[in-house]
Nanobody, 115 residues
Framework: QVQLVESGGGLVQAGGSLRLSCAASGSIFSINTMGWYRQAPGEQRELVARIQTDGMTVYAGSVKGRFTISRDNAKNTVHLEMNSLKPEDTAVYYC?????????WGQGTQVTVSS
């Protein structure tokens, strides 16, 4: 069984910063991609950023230049540094991984940005 535990969400004023972390544990076979996704009320879940084992990254256009994703392959952790936050960044943020054993999601962490 695989568990993803997220941390770091919260309430912040516009222009502020937050750092999200996700730790994967359990029977994990070779994680290929780790990423962060978000879902605002009434909206579909969308990709925020993802990072492959070789360090290649993909960012949503709306966060490019403001957010930075990083990972520690040895510790099976992924982080999302979020700067210059905007009210439209408010959402539940989910950690997701794709491994040779399957795809897994975390439980989500709320990020709220006040104007």
């Amino acid at each position: 069984q695989v568990q993803l535990v997220e941390s770091g969400g919260g309430l912040v004023q516009a222009g502020g910063s937050l750092r999200l972390s996700c730790a994967a544990s359990g029977s994990i076979f070779s994680i290929n991609t780790m990423g962060w996704y978000r879902q605002a009320p009434g909206e579909q879940r969308e990709l925020v950023a993802r990072i492959q084992t070789d360090g290649m990254t993909v960012y949503a256009g709306s966060v490019k230049g403001r957010f930075t994703i990083s990972r520690d392959n040895a510790k099976n952790t992924v982080h999302l540094e979020m700067n210059s936050l905007k009210p439209e960044d408010t959402a539940v943020y989910y950690c997701g991984i794709i491994s040779e054993g399957g795809s897994y999601w975390g439980q989500g962490t709320q990020v709220t940005v006040s104007s």
